[in-house]
């Protein structure tokens, strides 16, 4: 987990609120991912950024949007957080290109009621 | 659907004793990544494997690849309690994207 902290930790919210998470790493690598844990789906990819202001999206982006204005930063927003939204987000940083190794940051568990 | 499949999704077994875990994966991949979590924790990075090796050594770690029968293993020799962990494989496929399986858990017991 070193050199990526992701906050907040734990948050529980309710249905139709929106929500921001934040990543912040000090490596100083070019890609920056979020994920998604959920029991019987392993981690999916939710967006990547390959830059500063440069963003795809992955494989499960509806109801998410994100930003990158710094390279340390990488934000998660949920517009309008849904029950289907209540998961375990991972941020993870990755210094050449988007295949090489990953390293992951401690996690965000977020619970929409 | 996922990409990765890991097999068994849980073992449980004595300390000194070898884990093995396997991977099986359906398209062709460019590398396979393993990597750890333990409970509550984000994903440790173990070894990665390209699709040119066939094996791969660090540690108490051995990676095979078997690109024909589309599979790879992770052998963890000499066990211990603080291997506890799910492990899952990842692979990067065209379009360089990761891709993870649902992991297997395994379970060292002292």
């Known amino acids: 987990d070193a050199g990526i902290t992701q906050s907040p930790r734990h948050k529980v919210t309710e249905t139709g609120t929106p929500v921001t998470l934040r990543c912040h790493q000090t490596e100083n690598h070019r890609y920056m991912y979020w994920y998604r844990q959920d029991p019987g789906h392993g981690l999916r990819l939710i967006h990547y950024?390959?830059?500063?202001?440069?963003?795809d999206k992955g494989e499960v982006s509806d109801g998410y949007s994100v930003s990158r204005s710094k390279t340390e930063d990488f934000l998660l927003t949920l517009e309008s957080a849904t029950s289907s939204q209540t998961s375990v987000y991972f941020c993870?940083?990755?210094?050449?290109?988007?295949?090489?190794?990953?390293?992951f940051g401690p996690g965000t568990r977020l619970t929409v009621t | 659907s996922q990409q990765g499949e890991e097999d068994p999704q849980a073992l449980s077994i004595q300390e000194g004793e070898n884990a093995t875990m396997n991977c099986s994966y359906k398209t062709s991949i460019n590398n396979l990544q393993w990597y750890r979590q333990n409970s509550g924790r984000g994903l440790v990075h173990l070894i990665l494997?390209?699709?040119?090796?066939r094996e791969k050594h660090s540690g108490r770690l051995r990676v095979t690849l078997d690109t024909s029968k589309k599979s790879s293993s992770l052998l963890i020799t000499a066990s211990r309690a603080a291997d506890t962990a799910s492990y899952f494989c990842?692979?990067?496929?065209?379009?360089?994207?990761?891709?993870f399986g649902e992991g297997t858990q395994l379970t060292v017991n002292p």
């Open positions: 950024s390959y830059g500063v202001k440069d963003t």
């Open positions: 990842a692979t990067e496929t065209s379009g360089s994207r990761l891709t």
């Open positions: 993870a940083i990755s210094e050449r290109d988007r295949a090489h190794e990953q390293y």
């Open positions: 494997i390209r699709s040119n090796e």
